[in-house]
């Protein structure tokens, strides 16, 4: 079986949970599986993606989505949740037959619809100390050309309880809205946008509410185009999500609960553009679920380091039960969860008016296309 190499490259992006963990597993040679889910002790939909890695060479997409599978979690006292396919190897919990419980088992049984079967070895949620506070520190920074850097770092501080377990990991995911105006696209530079309701080019986006109701000559602009407000804009607010940049994991040797940097957040004029919503997450891992990420933060720092090379296997707690052989990465694990949030505002950094401004052309554009992560749906805990 050729050798593979699991690199860790985008961390914690956000669907209907919190967050979810996304690897690149790039193989030579034949396809692999990569089941992905977690359960934990909070009231809220579980979801579980399941994807077929990309030969190697295939640089435009590493992963494929597996449809049409069939996804149960299942508890040791015999209860089970099936889930839904709410997108493309996304597979979601619509219901709260299974919430997890402390002391409990579970475990993820994926079947596909080539007959291939496969299920994680179990994982039991363990107790894990309260998350006594999170807060911030603001920060500035001198880089070599004498330009200052501001920065909030986000510290989580776990309870010391000595019959809680120490293994724990933190994940960061912040929040911010962006109010842009795609009415001020320079149309001369923003490519045709052909509107299907009026067969003509709109140039600028159609989520706009704007349609071009005139010419469609913009250079030179014998019959240039002439805007009518038809619907209202479905682009101009969005919200943006942004995350760890790594895996941070409790020290066994040293823990006593300590403050743990979380996240240090560069602040600039789109992150403040109105206030940052910030939420930390503090899991309690099981022993296996904890090696896991750990193995995972160690072949990540070999890949860094040149005297430390990268290779080997990280293959997680999956197992193939039936079907045609095929090599099965990822990890189901069991989780206990806390949550803790706050917003940090503009008038929380001193000196903002030291921070550059925006450019006005900056914030004519599209704002589903501004920075990835992008949704126009106001999130629930959102207040202006």
């Known amino acids: 079986m050729a050798k593979s190499t699991a690199l860790i490259v985008g961390i914690f992006f956000a669907l209907s949970c919190i967050d979810k963990l996304e690897y690149d597993l790039i193989k030579n040679g034949s396809d692999g599986i990569v089941i992905d889910g977690s359960i934990s002790n909070v009231d809220r939909p579980y979801v579980v993606e399941i994807k077929r890695t990309i030969p190697l060479g295939d640089l435009q997409k590493l992963y494929r989505p597996i449809t049409g599978a069939e996804v149960a979690i299942f508890e040791d006292t015999g209860r089970s949740v099936r889930l839904t396919e709410t997108q493309p190897g996304v597979y979601t919990s619509t219901n709260s037959n299974v919430i997890g419980q402390v002391g409990r088992s579970y475990w993820v049984n994926v079947k596909l619809v080539t007959g ?25 920074v001198v880089d070599s050309d004498g330009k200052k850097q501001f920065y909030f770092d986000v510290f989580a501080k776990p309870k010391f309880e000595r019959d809680a377990i120490k293994r724990l990991m933190w994940t960061f995911v912040g929040t911010h809205k962006v109010v842009t105006d795609p009415s001020c696209i320079n149309v001369t530079r923003s490519g045709c946008n052909f ?13 706009s509410g704007l349609v071009n109701v005139g010419g469609t000559s913009i250079n030179p602009p014998i019959n240039p185009p002439r805007f009518e407000r038809q619907s209202p804009c479905t682009c101009c607010t969005c919200w943006y999500k942004t995350f760890n940049d790594e895996i941070i994991l409790s020290n066994l040797l040293t823990f006593s609960g300590e403050e743990v940097l979380v996240k240090s957040v560069p602040i600039d004029r789109y992150v403040f553009f109105s206030k940052l919503h910030v939420q930390v997450t503090q899991r309690g891992l099981s022993t296996q679920t904890f090696n896991f990420w750990r193995s995972i933060v160690s072949q990540k720092k070999g890949v860094k380091d040149l005297f430390q090379p990268a290779v080997g296997k990280v293959r997680g707690n999956l197992e193939q039960l039936s079907g045609n052989p095929v090599s099965v990465f990822g990890m189901f694990s069991a989780v206990s969860e806390q949550n803790a949030s706050f917003y940090i505002l503009q008038d929380d950094v001193p000196n903002f008016d030291l921070i550059p401004a925006l450019a006005v052309e900056a914030l004519c554009a599209n704002c589903l296309e501004l920075f990835p992560e992008s949704t126009n749906v106001r999130p629930s805990f959102w207040v202006d």
């Not at 509107?195 to 989520?207: D, E, G, L």
């Open 116 to 140: 291939q079967v496969f299920q994680s070895i179990p994982d039991t949620i363990v107790r894990s100390p309260a998350l006594d506070r999170i807060r911030k520190v603001y920060r500035e």
């Open 195 to 207: 509107n299907p309701a009026v067969a003509k080019c709109n140039f600028i986006p159609i989520c």
